[in-house]
Antibody
């Protein structure tokens, strides 16, 4: 059974960097069929996908346009986990942050998306001085 | 980015009712749409992927349909545990997006 365990601080000061980690059990961050996502949720923005990392012979990242200049998602193969870094945070970045796995089958001429089937427990992050 | 618009934003229904939720994409997304259920204080739960495929373990009263830009999630006979918020999510582009959600409330 695949599980994701999130960790990281719940309070970040404005202009600083938000850092969260998602530890994977039951699967590998280097899986050729999974992608590892960060999503956040706030009353004002709803569910907002932030980005993902995945391995398909090499590492790839996709990021949301809204945070592209501030975000980094990195895999850590030695610890089988992945991380989120969001720079220069403001109170608008206050949200519940989730990590999630989605399954994607990609081959020449073929694509199939199986959805985000495993989620972390969520971390409430408040940006405040 | 592809915008996903859900309607209605909320619906009041009774146990046993048939409930239909609509999701419209701002451009064609083939069948690359997923539906999630979220209860307060919990992470979203995958119900449907590829527009109409039922995730393992999800009751058969949930069904999805559609392709291109228009999609529906149907709950054939609403159960007490189905009162929750439902979200659609597209995966046709490399940048994923969610709909704004539909809250299913008790009438």
């Amino acid at each position: 059974q695949v599980q994701l365990q999130q960790s990281g601080p719940g309070l970040v000061k404005p202009s600083q960097t938000l850092s969260l980690t998602c530890a994977i059990s039951g699967d590998s961050v280097s899986s050729n069929s999974a992608a590892w996502n960060w999503i956040r949720q706030s009353p004002s923005r709803g569910l907002e996908w932030l980005g993902r990392t995945y391995y398909r012979s090499k590492w790839y990242n996709d990021y949301a346009v809204s945070v592209k200049s501030r975000i980094t998602i990195n895999p850590d193969t030695s610890k089988n986990q992945f991380s989120l870094q969001l720079n220069s945070v403001t109170p608008e970045d206050t949200a519940v942050y989730y990590c999630a796995r989605d399954l994607i089958a990609v081959a020449p001429g073929r694509y199939y998306y199986y959805g985000m089937d495993v989620w972390g427990q969520g971390t409430t992050v408040t940006v405040s001085s | 980015d592809i915008q996903m618009t859900q309607s209605p934003s909320s619906v009041s229904a009774s146990v046993g009712d048939r409930v239909t939720i609509t999701c419209r994409a701002s451009q064609g997304i083939s069948s690359w749409l997923a539906w999630y259920q979220q209860k307060p204080g919990k992470a979203p739960k995958l119900l449907i992927y590829a527009a109409s495929s039922l995730q393992s373990g999800v009751p058969s009263r949930f069904s999805g349909s559609g392709s291109g830009t228009d999609f529906t999630l149907t709950i054939s006979s609403l159960q007490p545990e189905d009162f929750a918020t439902y979200y659609c999510q597209q995966a046709n582009s490399f940048r994923l997006t969610f709909g704004g959600g539909t809250k299913v409330e008790i009438k």
